[in-house]
């Protein structure tokens, strides 16, 4: 089968008509971005072959954004050299045809004949599942799927089983089949299929048989227990009589009462060295006073001798900084005469500037009133002519409505006048005296028009009695009376004699109303704001033109005015050395102040500080912490060594931790005691329980158990020895069967082998029982498909794919390859191997690549179509 085109409307993302033409019957490349439409177009290859076309659940395929669209697929190809077409629609108006060479098959019949030719069956209802899709399931490799061979090759098996049957001669022996089902049957029901595990009967029976043995096992342990508590229950009562003999815990609670008395005595100890430790701390704290009084005041004399040197330079500095304060100001003084002058000759560089601004704006303003007054005198003239011809067309102006509904009325009053014209009874005559018509004398020449009966009375010769021949004329007079006062109604309403002088007046007021629009556009063209508009903007110029002469004549005189960046050149300089001086004063003024103040301070300073030395009390006092020192620190040294002394004697008695010990030898006491009542509880504990035992049957019971766990092991032995048989004759006929299907497989693997060398040279790859492939064998080492790698895998479902379309082709089935973002996962070496296995197997199959990387297919030596350019194009 090869596809010649494919016409896509209102499909997902394509919301209109997306045709593809020009298939070729091998290799086609689709390449384009993500979400470019590839894989809309596949789906919609699917769709087309393997959906129900009346399926409910198809809504999905609606364009997108539009609710009421109707999704629409065509495809053209060749099948067995017979031209080919087959058409959906779904959703809404669904509809199926197919038409193979002259034959048209519709509807269901057209999706029986698909599904017959392409090897699928189709769904009762619903979606389509994955165990229908049969061949094109397996061959049309959905995005991400590549990898994912034994679902999609399981769906496929029969249609692969049929075509090895056809190719190999040799058939699966069906009996041999059936056999194998049912011993593998008998077989399953008492082991399971994979992990060979008990099921079924010989399950039950191994578990009723674990249960007794665990019953068992649990009466062997209560009777074991039951001996063992006699025994405990005389230990126990044993230990219990030489406890309460020793009783220990009394020992315990001696040595506690001394050790307790030895801690008392150590934390009176422990109290007079923290006391120690107190004094001696406020003795340490009144010598560090001292010693900072007479710190602070070797610090005082430090600072005037040092204060004094730095009063003499400081005023060193004042003399200096007041000297270059006064050049700093003699320097401002300059630079602000300089930058004077500079703006002067700023100010009149720029009012030259002004003045020729002004000329230019002088000159413009004179061409704009020239305009204004021009505009205004075209747009009076236009406005004037507007005015007359808006007089004249309502002095014309007639109603239209009334005009059609005369030109209506006269065209009917025509007709029905040449209708009762014709149907009146008409006498010519011509007369040599007189006849009376009704009551009226004719005589002469003339036509006579009856409509009505009338009485020609002939004289001497008698009468005439006419009647007229048509029935309804009176009708049709009456209907022509009606209309003709209407008609008169009408004219007098528009004030004209009759329509032709109506239309006149209406084509004259038209013409009217034309001027009036042309005037309009050329009043509008000179005056778009209307004629008061370009009225003030004349005075607006006029006012601009007189405040530009003023303010020119308002100007001084500019001859000697230099060039305005000249002057703006001469004044930044000006301005620059005004603020450097200015600058240079401000820091020699706080220069100045500076050093004065720190003068000042430095001299309050130096005589506050010899002022507190020379203090006669402070003298005093002085000569009173000196002495205090002294005696502070001969203090210090004998509150040290004493404390010293207590903690070596503290250290002695906490040597042993008395008060630990205490805690100690208490603890064993009560631990003794309550050891003991433990005791007594689990004595009365344990002859509780064998009180209870003892009365229970408990040998009755375990004698019954035993010939229960015999007899259902007898049974769990037959069930086994039947698996056992059952296994055996399963592998035994399985291998029989095998080797017959091996000759039917040979077809499959020798195809396989041919794809398989291009990447796996001496390589086996073994089929499953649904010819998917299940182990690959490399080097002497089997992987089953799960434990390779996912690009490995992905490789494998390609050419595996490529070897069942060769058996497929070589059986006469259609077939036709879709690989969708394939070989994604795939090194450049094994992606050029694909790429040869490709091209083989198009000179066999049509095959539609779809690909997000066209940099990595661009070496096929085929033409890449860009998704994108078949949009554009359609």
């Known amino acids: 089968m090869k596809l010649q085109s494919i016409a896509i409307q209102e499909f997902k993302q394509f919301t209109g008509r997306l045709v593809i033409e020009d298939l070729q019957p091998g290799l086609n490349l689709f390449v384009g971005p993500n979400e470019a439409g590839k894989s809309t177009i596949a789906e919609a290859v699917r769709s087309v072959f393997l959906e129900r076309y009346k399926a409910s659940h198809l809504k999905d395929l609606l364009p997108w954004g539009k609710a009421s669209g109707q999704p629409s697929v065509e495809v053209s190809f060749d099948l067995d050299g017979a031209a080919c077409r087959l058409s959906k629609q779904f959703v809404t108006r669904q509809r199926c045809e197919l038409k193979i060479g002259q034959a048209v098959f519709g509807e269901d019949e057209a999706e029986d004949k698909l599904a017959a030719l392409l090897g699928f069956s189709r769904a009762a209802r619903g979606p389509l599942k994955a165990e229908n899709a049969g061949v094109p399931g397996l061959l049309w490799v959905q995005q991400g799927g590549t990898q994912e061979m034994r679902d999609s090759t399981g769906h496929a098996a029969q249609y692969l089983r049929d075509a090895l049957s056809q190719l190999s001669g040799s058939r699966e022996s069906a009996g041999e089949d059936a056999l194998i089902a049912a011993v593998q049957r008998e077989l399953r029901q008492l082991l399971t299929a994979r992990t060979q595990k008990s099921t079924g009967p010989l399950a039950e029976a191994e578990v009723a048989l674990a249960a007794l043995i665990v019953e068992r096992d649990d009466l062997n342990r209560q009777r074991e227990q039951f001996e063992e508590n006699i025994a405990r229950l005389a230990a126990q009562q044993e230990a219990f009589e030489e406890t309460e003999r020793k009783r220990p815990w009394e020992l315990h609670e001696q040595k506690a009462v001394l050790a307790q008395q030895r801690a008392d005595a150590a934390a009176e100890l422990e109290r007079s060295v923290q006391s120690l430790a107190q004094t001696l701390k406020v003795s340490e704290a009144e010598l560090a006073l001292s010693l900072q009084q007479e710190q602070a005041a070797v610090e005082i004399e430090t600072a005037v001798a040092r204060e004094r040197q730095q009063l003499v330079a400081a005023r060193a500095n004042v003399s200096a900084v007041e000297t270059e304060h006064a050049q700093a100001a003699s320097r401002v003084a300059q630079c602000e005469q300089a930058f004077a002058d500079a703006n002067r000759a700023l100010e009149l560089a720029n009012a030259a500037v002004t003045a020729a601004d002004l000329r230019s ?317 433990e005791r007594q509880v689990r004595i009365a504990h344990l002859r509780s329980q064998l009180e209870t035992v003892g009365a229970s049957g408990l040998g009755e019971r375990l004698a019954a158990l035993d010939a229960k766990v015999e007899q259902a092991t007898r049974r769990k032995d037959e069930l086994s020895l039947r698996a056992g048989a059952l296994s055996l004759l399963d592998e035994v006929l399985v291998a029989e069967r095998d080797a017959a299907v091996a000759q039917l497989r040979a077809p499959l693997t020798e195809r396989l082998g041919h794809y398989l060398k291009r990447i796996f040279p001496q390589s086996i790859i073994a089929l499953g029982d649904d010819l998917s492939p299940a182990t690959l064998d490399r080097y002497g080492r089997a992987d089953t498909l799960d434990a390779l790698s996912f690009g490995t895998r992905e490789q494998l479902g390609i050419l595996t794919r490529l070897a069942y379309a060769d058996l497929l082709k070589a059986s006469g089935r259609p077939t036709l390859l879709m690989l969708d973002d394939a070989a994604v996962h795939t090194d450049a070496g094994r992606r050029d191997a694909i790429k040869r296995a490709l091209i083989d197997a198009a000179t066999r199959h049509q095959i539609l690549v779809f690909t997000c990387h066209p940099e990595l297919w661009d070496d096929l030596g085929v033409r890449q179509r860009a998704i994108d350019d078949i949009k554009a194009a359609a």
Not at 380 to 399: G, M, V
Not at 537 to 553: C, G, H, P, V, W
Not at 554 to 566: H, I
């Open 361 to 677: 704006q002088l000159g413009l303003h004179r061409v704009e009133r020239e305009r204004l007054e021009a505009a205004i005198g075209a747009a009076s003239e236009a406005n004037d002519a507007l005015l007359e011809a808006a007089r004249a067309a309502a002095a014309l102006e007639i109603d239209e409505t009334k005009l059609k509904r005369l030109s209506s009325l006269d065209a009917a009053l025509s007709v029905l006048r040449a209708r009762t014209e014709a149907a009146m009874t008409r006498i010519e005559y011509r007369l040599n005296g007189a006849i009376m018509v009704g009551d009226a004398q004719i005589s002469g020449e003339g036509v006579l028009r009856l409509d009505e009966e009338k009485l020609i009375g002939l004289g001497a010769l008698g009468e005439l009695h006419v009647i007229p021949g048509v029935s309804d004329l009176s009708a049709r007079l009456s209907e022509l009376a009606s209309l003709e006062a209407q008609h008169g109604q009408l004219l007098q309403a528009l004030g004209v004699a009759s329509l032709g002088e109506a239309e006149l007046r209406h084509e004259q007021w038209r013409a009217l109303v034309a001027q009036q629009k042309s005037h309009a556009k050329v009043l509008e063209a000179h005056a778009p704001q209307g004629i008061d508009a370009l009225r003030a903007a004349l005075a607006s110029a006029t006012a601009r033109l007189q405040t530009a002469n003023e303010r020119l004549t308002s100007l001084p005189d500019v001859s000697a005015a230099v060039p305005l960046d000249e002057a703006r050149r001469s004044a930044d300089i000006a301005r620059d050395a005004l603020e450097s001086a200015r600058k240079m004063l401000n820091e020699a003024a706080e220069k100045r102040s500076t050093g004065i103040a720190m003068a000042e301070s430095l001299a309050t300073q130096l005589q506050r500080k010899e002022a507190q030395l020379n203090d006669a009390a402070f003298c005093q006092n002085r000569a009173r912490w000196q002495a205090k020192i002294v005696e502070q620190r001969v203090q210090v040294e004998a509150l040290t060594k004493q404390r010293e002394g207590r903690e070596r004697e503290l250290d002695a008695a906490r040597l042993d931790d008395p008060a630990a010990e205490a805690k100690r030898y208490r603890a064993s006491a009560e631990l003794a005691r309550q050891e003991q009542h």
